[in-house]
């Protein structure tokens, strides 16, 4: 077994590593047959009969970008022959993508909150900001890691439990070799805290918060799916967009619209991507999670469906509560109150509340997600919901802490960075600016760097502000 396999989930492993994530050729459609038919057999179709010809299809496409552009009309056909086998009734009634499907399938209790002062809806805007990029920056090194060596790591550096940025420093150059950790920006775009400059670097999962904030800006409140995807082809660059974006992106530019763009050779439609572009929406909705989780349905049914939906509805309907209430356990029904309560996303996340109430630990319930989502299958690792379950645990198991939380969301492992962000947001919203240790903010110097056309310095000032002016009475 090599050195690095026992650090990295398996399927990051299995390219070299200037291609992981940001640099996948998300568009190869050949690399990518198996999760579609992964993502069709959730659906509840019936595909079975198709899943040795996918699997061979995408492994052997992983093996070279020439056997990759061969396989490309081949794979072409296997999309369209799952496409002519129906989802399950009842689950595609369970888990609709269309409003009013939605609407019909949630429950009728609303959460209702009154809006606070200005001045204490400023400085929850501005929490949730400065905490949003501070789980990012936290998250981002460790994005990939397997669980096992993670926890391994942070011993070893005594950081466990995280109460500190991880940085390039805590490791001699034996952990280096041990882990197979790579230092020095911009070599490495996934930076330790002492290699970040004097501003949080570029990282999708703020990229796409500063863009909605441009959206409401542009087109106001009742913008469309189509505005959205106006302003990911006109001012964010292509090649930042991962997964289901990108996806839509290319859907986009060659005029299709949704929902067509969410669906059309795109086999991350209920991965994560909705979910980490939430935020905004709740802001600007403070104590009305419904209005919050129906703008937020809007931007994702441009790239996603069903449980990929409602993750972004669910964090906004939370972070619209947040605004106005600090009771953790309050603010998770209220994001449950907007979702399809039938739908795996919502089973999921009341499995976890239930396993909670029950006196599991914090570290049986993280094991308990690992046996359930296999963290060395892309699919699983990008998906909704495992990521949203571990937002779900670092919040009930925060203590209502700024840093415990965003130590449980670390150590749970999957997708740190959009989870970080995610929890980090929710937990300065609840928090306050002044409720966030101020070590988590100082390092980054308040700045956030963006790809966002026009937007490519701004200050946490700047952002809160411009967030408030768009808030109605």
């Given at each position: ?293 129906e703008m937020a349905f809007r931007d994702a049914c441009a790239s996603h469906v069903r449980n990929g939906i409602y993750g972004e509805m669910f964090i906004a309907a939370v972070i619209a509560a947040a605004m106005v209430c600090n009771d953790i356990s309050r603010l998770i029904s209220a994001g449950l109150s907007e979702i399809p309560e039938r739908s795996r996303l919502a089973k999921a996340i009341k499995d976890a ?121």
């Amino acid at each position: 077994m090599e050195k690095r396999d026992r650090c990295r989930c398996g399927w990051y492993l299995r390219r070299e590593k200037k291609y992981a994530m940001g640099n996948v050729p998300f568009e190869t459609y050949s690399t990518k047959i198996y999760a579609q038919w992964q993502q069709a057999r959730d659906e509840g179709r019936d595909v079975a009969g198709l899943e040795a010809a996918c699997r061979a299809v995408q492994t052997m496409a992983e093996n070279s970008s020439e056997d990759a552009r061969r396989l490309q009309s081949t794979a072409f056909s296997l999309y369209d022959a799952i496409q002519t086998i129906p989802p399950s009734p009842k689950q595609a009634e369970e888990e609709p993508s269309d409003y009013s499907g939605i609407l019909a399938q949630c429950t009728k209790k609303h959460f209702h909150g009154v809006l606070p002062e200005k001045s204490l809806v400023h400085e929850r805007v501005l929490g949730g900001w400065a905490g949003r990029v501070a789980g990012c920056l936290l998250g981002k090194p460790l994005e990939f890691w397997a669980l096992e060596p993670l926890r391994d790591m942070l011993q070893e550096i005594e950081n466990s439990p995280i109460s500190r940025y991880i940085a390039a420093a805590d490791f001699s150059r034996q952990m280096q070799e041990k882990y197979d950790i790579i230092v020095g920006s911009p070599l490495n775009k996934q930076p330790w805290i002492d290699e970040i400059g004097d501003n949080a670097p570029i990282d999708d999962d703020t990229n796409y918060t500063v863009l909605n904030l441009r959206l409401l800006e542009t087109f106001g409140r009742k913008f469309t799916p189509e505005d959205v995807l106006f302003t990911w082809t006109n001012w964010l660059p292509g090649a930042v967009c991962c997964t289901a974006e990108r996806i839509a992106y290319l859907n986009a530019l060659q005029g299709k619209r949704p929902p067509e763009t969410a669906v059309l050779h795109n086999p991350y439609r209920e991965w994560v991507g909705a979910q980490i572009r939430a935020e905004i929406f709740g802001w600007v909705n403070p104590g009305n999670p419904q209005a919050a989780a129906e703008m937020a349905f809007r931007d994702a049914c441009a790239s996603h469906v069903r449980n990929g939906i409602y993750g972004e509805m669910f964090i906004a309907a939370v972070i619209a509560a947040a605004m106005v209430c600090n009771d953790i356990s309050r603010l998770i029904s209220a994001g449950l109150s907007e979702i399809p309560e039938r739908s795996r996303l919502a089973k999921a996340i009341k499995d976890a509340i239930n396993d909670y109430h029950a006196g599991m630990s914090y570290d049986e319930a993280v094991d308990k997600l690992h046996r359930r989502y296999h963290e060395d299958d892309m699919f699983d690792w990008c998906h909704t919901i495992p990521n949203a379950v571990i937002v779900v645990l670092s919040l009930l198991y925060s203590e209502g802490r700024f840093d415990k939380a965003l130590d449980r969301c670390m150590r749970a492992g999957m997708d740190t960075d959009s989870n970080g962000a995610v929890v980090g947001a929710i937990m300065g919203t609840v928090l306050g600016f002044s409720g966030i240790p101020a070590y988590w903010t100082d390092c980054f110097h308040h700045k956030l760097a963006s790809s966002v056309d026009g937007n490519h310095l701004l200050t946490l000032d700047e952002l809160a502000q411009r967030t408030c002016a768009l808030i109605q009475p």
